[in-house]
Nanobody, 123 residues
Framework: QVQLVESGGGSVQAGGSLRLSCAVSNLAFVNYGMGWFRQAPGKEREFVAAIARYGGNTHYGDSVKDRFTISRDNTKTTVYLQMNDLKPEDTAVYFC????????????????WGQGTQVTVSS
């Protein structure tokens, strides 16, 4: 059974940093593009960042560009999201996901999802 398990969420003040991790198991990790999405209460799930299979290409949502960095370690089958200069509007549940495509920013192109980790940013 494929598993994606996020960790690293928590509460932080505005301007702070968090690093999310997503450990993937029972999946040919290197064959999948990986992404991070987030969902705030009452809002649709939003694209945050994506990374290609071998990490050579990345793509970010406009609201997180220059503040967030996605990376992956194929030897550890883990994808990361470094979040800096956090803002209250970054508050959401963050999900990692895997796609058979090399990379995508469309949530309906992702095949597997984690359960999410809560990030709360206070002003």
């Amino acid at each position: 059974q494929v598993q994606l398990v996020e960790s690293g969420g928590g509460s932080v003040q505005a301007g702070g940093s968090l690093r999310l991790s997503c450990a993937v198991s029972n999946l040919a990790f290197v064959n999948y593009g990986m992404g991070w999405f987030r969902q705030a209460p009452g809002k649709e799930r939003e694209f945050v960042a994506a990374i290609a299979r071998y990490g050579g290409n990345t793509h970010y949502g406009d609201s997180v560009k220059d503040r967030f960095t996605i990376s992956r370690d194929n030897t550890k089958t883990t994808v990361y999201l470094q979040m800096n200069d956090l803002k209250p509007e970054d508050t959401a549940v963050y999900f990692c996901a895997a796609t058979v495509l090399n990379m995508s920013f469309l949530k309906n192109q992702y095949n597997y999802w984690g359960q999410g980790t809560q990030v709360t940013v206070s002003s």
